[in-house]
């Protein structure tokens, strides 16, 4: 009896799916930066521009003006995203390595629920990203869902 045989689909653990979803993620975060740079020079790229703008709107704050504290803001706001790509990549970094797998999916045991759902999400992006302000909403929920997924990682 010869049939057609399915292929067996694979199973796909926790690692291989925060591995994915951080690579789409700091894909995404760096989509500006031209492609023809190896990809962690171009994180290397942005990490750079964050200090850079961090920088530039801590000298120009005032507390007297309203552009003062527009720049007071964005500074807030500047520090907060290169702490968390800074920790996207680091976690990212931490899952190219292969020998770290199985103490990794260990850890990452309580949460695979969420992060099963949010790789999901992720196969799926075409539905969320129809117009270029729900999809920068859309990453910005999926790296907030992923940090607080892995924010034990370092304990």
């Known amino acids: 009896m010869f049939g057609i045989f399915k ?66 803001t964005q500074y807030e706001t500047i520090t907060q995203k290169l702490a968390k790509f800074e920790r996207l990549a680091d976690i990212y970094k931490l899952f190219c390595i292969e020998e770290e797998r199985a103490g990794l999916n260990h850890r990452l045991y309580f949460h695979q629920e969420a992060i099963a759902a949010l790789y999901e999400h992720i ?21 907030d869902d992923m940090l607080n997924a892995i924010a034990h990682l370092d304990s």
């Open 7 to 72: 292929e067996s689909e694979k199973i796909i653990d926790t690692y291989e799916q925060v591995h994915s979803i951080l690579k789409s993620l700091l894909t995404y975060e760096l989509k500006e930066l031209p492609t023809r740079y190896e990809f962690w020079y171009r994180v290397a790229i942005r990490l750079e521009e964050f200090r850079t703008l961090q920088v530039e709107h801590r000298t120009k704050i005032s507390m007297t003006s309203s552009v003062g504290r527009f720049h007071q």
């Open 123 to 143: 196969q799926h992006k075409e539905l969320y990203t129809y117009c270029d302000d729900v999809q920068q909403q859309f990453w910005e929920a999926v790296r």
